[in-house]
């Protein structure tokens, strides 16, 4: 599938995250076919309950058709069932169409990593709160178990 290779996750990340119980994988299927995933995964960042989406791709068949928005909700709806306080990502700072799309969805740069993509391609630190905080939880005690969840719109 196009949008995992595009990522360069090997097919043993993938599966670890999809067996792991502080991670999921979501995908959205348009037939058969997978035409999108995200990879997400519970931590701790300062005695933080966080959530971070390690990835998002939609097959370059299907861009522009909205897949990249509902996974992304869908995402955050796992973040936020799964107790995180806040969610985190990565993005490198030329990825225009990501960072509308992030941006979008109220997520703010919090950092900047140097050369993170390759000599002269930093990389964007992004984060936007998850739920309120009175009602965090831990996730890594209570978070559900890993599981392959079909998202179709
Ligand atoms: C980023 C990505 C997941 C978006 O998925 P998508 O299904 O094409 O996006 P959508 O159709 O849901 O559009 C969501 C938003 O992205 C932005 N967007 C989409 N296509 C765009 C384009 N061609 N130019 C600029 N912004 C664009 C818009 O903000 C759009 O929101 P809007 O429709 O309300 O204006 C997809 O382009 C992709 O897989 N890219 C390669 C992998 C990647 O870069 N992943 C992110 C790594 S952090």
């Not at 196009?2 to 097919?11: E, R």
């Not at 067996?19 to 701790?44: E, K, M, N, Q």
């Not at 109220?106 to 990389?123: A, S």
Request: proline content about 5%.
């Amino acid at each position: 599938m196009a949008c995992f290779s595009d990522d360069g996750l090997s097919h043993a990340v993938l599966g670890h995250y999809l067996t792991a119980r502080d991670s999921t994988i979501l995908v959205v299927r348009r037939g058969s076919a997978l035409a999108g995933f995200a990879v997400l995964r519970l931590a701790r960042d300062r005695g933080r309950a966080i959530a971070i989406i390690v990835s998002i791709g939609v097959d370059p068949e299907h861009r522009g058709n909205g897949i990249g928005r509902h996974l992304l909700r869908e995402a955050q709806r796992w973040c936020q069932q799964a107790g995180a306080e806040c969610v985190q990502l990565k993005v490198a700072q030329d990825n225009v169409v990501a960072l509308a799309l992030y941006r979008s969805h109220g997520y703010r740069v919090v950092g900047r990593l140097p050369h993170y993509y390759g000599v002269g391609r930093d990389g964007l630190r992004m984060e936007r709160p998850a739920q309120p905080a009175a009602s965090v939880m831990d996730p890594l005690k209570s978070g559900p178990a890993s599981a392959m969840i079909p998202t179709d719109r």
